[in-house]
């Protein structure tokens, strides 16, 4: 593959290292190219300019040389931190503590029923695309809506206060055994611990209060989950936030910017494989643009 030069500028302003001497700059600097050097077998040279400014010359295939570019960045730039007094008002600072609250407040239990196995299983899934698979019959299924899940259900009689267990499904109300008053379960899910068994028969609604048995509450898939057809709507949605074609700023200076600003010097130097230039729709706007002037 074709081999390139970069080089690659980092302006004293923003060296992470700013209470080093010189030498221990030098030394820093040094034990992360060479480890960068060792993991993705690139040729990096640094040199300390007269103004404080670093220049790096990076030498391998393409891909290589820009992953050693982005971790020269990350590794010696102190932009790769977000300043927290800088942010907005309501807006975290980009933290792995923060996204995985951010990821866990996007995350619900769902329940699903796959009726041809008779397989009844809750999945942690995001609220926007609640699909989980079998694990069976290996099919995808949408989940059972929430106003229809079912299972060991948690009760609380708004008129006694008593609580109890028991089969449940969230539309259909069971009767408080202590006042007699048909309560709707808070929560499905996993019996609570210490919870003990009372003596008490099930009533629901569902079984007319006792007088159909079994109770079709038992049934082990009494709804089951449609299975889920792909349409493609989460690739849209991704496909949607990407920009226009990227091209890179490519400069010939030998001088580092005055600005601060890293820029990057690109040279093709031998190649193995000859190398050539195909006219992109962006050059051939330019072209035309430049003729116009003239």
């Known amino acids: 593959m074709a081999s390139i030069q970069k080089s690659f500028y980092i302006a004293k302003e923003e060296i992470k290292f700013q209470d080093d001497s010189s ?27 007269r103004n404080g400014t670093v220049k790096f010359l990076i030498t391998g295939v393409r891909d290589n040389v820009d992953a050693a570019v982005a971790l020269l960045q990350r590794r ?3 932009q790769r931190r977000q300043v927290t007094e800088k942010l907005p008002d309501g807006v975290s600072p980009l933290t792995m503590e923060n996204l995985r609250k951010h990821n866990q407040a996007l995350t619900e239990r769902r329940q699903f029923g796959c009726e041809p196995c008779d397989n ?9 695309k609640p699909v989980a698979k ?34 449940a499904r969230y539309d259909v109300p069971a009767m408080c ?45 009494v709804i ?33 910017p005055t600005d601060g600003t890293p820029s990057v010097t690109t040279t093709t130097t031998a190649t193995s494989e000859p190398t050539t230039t195909t006219a992109t729709p962006m050059m051939e706007s330019i072209a035309t643009a430049v003729e116009t002037a003239q």
């Open 23 to 49: 030498d221990q700059l030098k030394g820093k600097i040094h034990v992360t190219g060479s480890a960068i050097k060792k993991e993705i077998r690139t040729d990096i040279e640094f040199q300390i300019l």
């Open 76 to 78: 010696l730039t102190q």
């Open 120 to 128: 009844i299983f809750w999945r942690k899934v995001f609220q926007y």
């Open 134 to 167: 079998c694990d069976k019959c290996a099919v995808r299924y949408d989940a059972i809506p929430k106003d229809q899940q079912y299972g060991l259900g948690t009760y609380e009689c708004n008129n006694c206060g008593r609580k109890f267990t028991g089969r």
């Open 177 to 221: 055994y202590e006042c007699h008053v048909m309560v709707r379960p808070v929560n499905i899910g996993p019996r609570p611990r210490g919870q003990r068994r009372t003596g008490n028969i099930h009533s629901c609604q569902a079984c007319h209060n006792g007088r159909i048995r079994p109770c079709p509450m038992y049934k082990r898939v």
């Open 224 to 256: 089951a989950s449609k299975v889920h057809h792909s349409t493609g709507s989460t690739v849209s949605t991704f496909l949607s936030q990407q920009s226009s074609i990227y091209y890179p700023p490519v400069t010939t200076a030998d001088d580092p």
